[in-house]
């Protein structure tokens, strides 16, 4: 198992059947942009901190729903923020192209693992499987 260093994720290479699978990191959830906020690192545009603002000063519902979630919150989870330093793995085709020789058409045969990647991001660590 390998866990992103960018956004926490723990996962697999390959699925059980072998397929391969290429990590790409989420965007910021409504409890990190929340956590961004209070620490004075805001994400938001002065727009969506005003819109925020609205929301967030809407009175509670008198009968509050399950499961409920706070209409700011649920704002901040739908604009797709895109995570600091994210990971993704897919390969860029661009980098395919640099990297291809011009003569064969092939790859060099030592590429590091990450040198097709969109974006290395921050890195993976190798973890330990527990449970299992």
């Given at each position: 198992?390998?866990?992103?260093?960018?956004?926490?994720?723990?996962?697999s290479?390959?699925?059980?059947?072998?397929?391969?699978?290429?990590?790409?990191?989420?965007?910021?959830?409504?409890?990190?942009?929340r956590?961004?906020?209070?620490?004075?690192?805001?994400?938001?545009?002065?727009?969506?901190?005003?819109?925020l603002?609205?929301?967030?000063?809407?009175?509670?519902?008198?009968?509050?729903?399950?499961p409920?979630?706070?209409?700011?919150?649920?704002?901040?989870?739908?604009?797709?923020?895109?995570?600091?330093?994210?990971r993704?793995?897919?390969?860029?085709?661009?980098?395919?192209?640099?990297?291809?020789?011009?003569t064969?058409?092939?790859?060099?045969?030592?590429?590091?693992?990450?040198a097709l990647?969109?974006?290395?991001?921050?890195?993976?660590?190798?973890v330990?499987?527990v449970?299992?």
């Amino acid at each position: 198992m390998q866990q992103c260093l960018s956004c926490g994720g723990t996962y697999s290479a390959s699925s059980l059947d072998g397929v391969s699978y290429f990590h790409a990191c989420p965007p910021l959830s409504a409890p990190e942009i929340r956590k961004a906020i209070a620490a004075n690192a805001s994400p938001l545009t002065p727009a969506q901190q005003q819109q925020l603002a609205t929301l967030d000063a809407l009175p509670a519902p008198v009968v509050v729903p399950e499961p409920f979630v706070p209409p700011g919150d649920l704002y901040l989870a739908q604009l797709g923020l895109p995570r600091p330093n994210a990971r993704d793995e897919n390969i860029d085709p661009a980098k395919v192209a640099a990297l291809r020789d011009r003569t064969t058409g092939n790859l060099p045969t030592t590429l590091a693992p990450d040198a097709l990647a969109k974006s290395p991001g921050l890195g993976v660590k190798t973890v330990a499987v527990v449970g299992v």
